[in-house]
Structure formats: C-alpha cells, structure tokens
Nanobody
Framework: QVQLVESGGGSVQPGGSLRLSCAVSGIIFGDNAMAWYRQAPGKQRELVAS??????VNYGDSVKSRFTISKNNARVVFLQMNSLRPEDTAVYYC?????????WGQGTQVTVSS
C-alpha cells in the first residue's frame, strides 16, 4: 500500500519559517520524482518544488530563493519554507510520480497571517 504522509503544517506570522515533511512508503524511494504542490482557496493547484531521482530541483517562480526541497535516505522529503508571506497560505500536498504512477498525500494546511 502506497502512503505519503505530510506533517509540519501550521500557522505562522509573515516572515516566519516552517518545515514540511512527507514520509513515503510502499514505493521504491529514489526511483521516482517527488514534488510539493499547493492549492489556495479558489485557485488551481500549483507546483511549489520538485526533486528528481538524480536530485535535480525545480521551483515555482513565487517561491524561488525562499523555499528549499530536499530528501534523505529515510524515505522522507522535506520542504523548508522561509520568509513566508500571506500569499503562501494554502494546503500543501506531497506528490510521488514516475512514468508508471502518480500518488498524492492528504495535504497539510499552512496559514501565514499576522
């Protein structure tokens, strides 16, 4: 059974930081790309960051230089979010994909507000 379990969301003031984690099980970790997406109310889901099996990274324009995606050998993917802004408020989703599959986590809420 494939599971992607996100954690680390919450509420933070503008300028603050959060680190999201996504624990992956049920797939061969490393033989696929991982990504974080987000969806704000009334908006389409958008790519935040991705990391390939070769550790090539890609970021959405609005988060470049503020967010960092990484992964470890313990089957966990991280999203370090710094200098958070109110417009970063959204549900953040972990995604694992390859040419054979596309799996999603349940999402974790991030709220940036003063």
């Amino acid at each position: 059974q494939v599971q992607l379990v996100e954690s680390g969301g919450g509420s933070v003031q503008p300028g603050g930081s959060l680190r999201l984690s996504c624990a992956v099980s049920g797939i061969i970790f490393g033989d696929n790309a991982m990504a974080w997406y987000r969806q704000a109310p009334g908006k389409q889901r958008e790519l935040v960051a991705s990391i390939s099996s070769r550790n090539d990274v890609n970021y959405g324009d609005s988060v470049k230089s503020r967010f960092t995606i990484s992964k470890n050998n313990a089957r966990v993917v991280f999203l370090q979010m710094n200098s958070l802004r109110p417009e970063d408020t959204a549900v953040y989703y972990c995604n694992a994909h390859s040419r054979y599959y596309d799996y999603w986590g349940q999402g974790t809420q991030v709220t940036v507000s003063s």
